[in-house]
């Protein structure tokens, strides 16, 4: 299981799995958007490619890259790259809601169909989604990140029904709070595509406002990339691969109040981490 594809590598998750699976012997293929981010990874020492999940062609070409560069055998997928459009549900243009999911749900399949071909010519395969406990909770004001993860979710899910036997196995991580650039990211898209001013929610989007720049960690229980890099590891290299992956206190205690709970009881710990974020 040496050759790997990641995705989103330009910070962060991806950047951090890049490093560490190359320092680990792994032949890494990382991918990232522009240019500058191209020749800033490659300076250190790894094989990069540029893709843009909302455009197919582009799409096209770095999985041919990718098949040229590991001579036609693809062992494992990161799927990292995504990004959240912050806002009420109501706030969200049709639009936004769109390029949301062009880029977390439908190029993020689109490349995974691709794979997976491959991996069913090769007999082996694995294929690990970075997916979120927004994957399976919501929580107010990411509806549109929320949607896109359940959906990543859903379709992972399936997958893993119908590769069953293939030899290709599907894996979901799911994180809470980690440190990265996802907040100024998250911030640029609410500016580009939310107008507070006319919105019934303006007084919330002046906390989000003051999460999204604040410097560090923002949660309770943040960690690091690497310790996401250390369940992605797991996946790549057990021998039964775990079906899902948690990372940080929180995503752990979401998954037990989900099963435990009624959903009205839920519904109510999901609003105070909302009305205490509307504090912060």
């Known amino acids: 299981m040496k050759n790997i594809l990641i995705t989103g590598c330009s910070s962060g998750i991806g950047f951090t799995a890049a490093q560490i699976l190359h320092q680990r012997g792994f ?40 098949l040229d560069t590991f001579n036609g055998r693809i062992d494992a997928l990161f799927n990292n ?28 399949q689109q490349l995974t169909n691709l794979v997976i071909k491959q991996m069913r010519q090769q007999g082996h395969g694995r294929i ?3 997916s979120s406990v927004l994957g399976f909770i919501a929580l ?24 069953h ?11 809470g709070p980690i440190l990265s650039h996802f907040r100024a990211n998250a911030f640029a898209k609410y500016q580009q595509n ?12 002046e906390a989000m406002e003051a999460r999204l720049n604040k410097q560090g960690p923002t949660a309770p229980f943040t960690l690091p990339p690497e310790a996401v890099v250390a369940k992605l590891l797991h996946a790549l290299q057990a021998k039964k691969p775990s079906i899902r992956y948690y ?7 979401f998954a037990i109040l989900k ?22």
């Open 27 to 66: 032949n890494v293929i990382a991918t990232v958007r522009n240019a500058d981010d191209k020749t800033r990874l490659e300076q250190t020492g790894l094989t990069v490619t540029l893709l843009d999940l909302n455009n197919e062609n582009s799409i096209s070409q770095a999985f041919q890259f990718t």
């Open 81 to 108: 790259a995504a990004y959240g459009q912050p806002g009420a549900v109501e706030d969200l243009s049709r639009s936004a809601l769109r390029e949301q999911f062009e880029t977390n749900v439908f190029g993020t």
């Open 128 to 130: 690990i989604y970075n």
């Open 140 to 163: 107010a004001y990411r509806g549109a990140y929320n949607a896109s993860k359940y959906a990543i979710e859903g379709l992972a899910d399936t997958l893993r029904l119908e590769l």
């Open 165 to 175: 036997g293939s030899g290709i196995h599907i894996s979901l991580i799911e994180p």
């Open 194 to 205: 939310i107008d507070k001013h006319n919105s019934a929610h303006h007084q919330v989007y």
């Open 247 to 253: 990372v940080t206190f929180p995503t752990y205690l």
């Open 259 to 280: 099963r435990i709970l009624p959903v009205n009881a839920l519904d109510w710990v999901l609003r105070k981490v909302s009305d205490n974020e509307k504090r912060s």
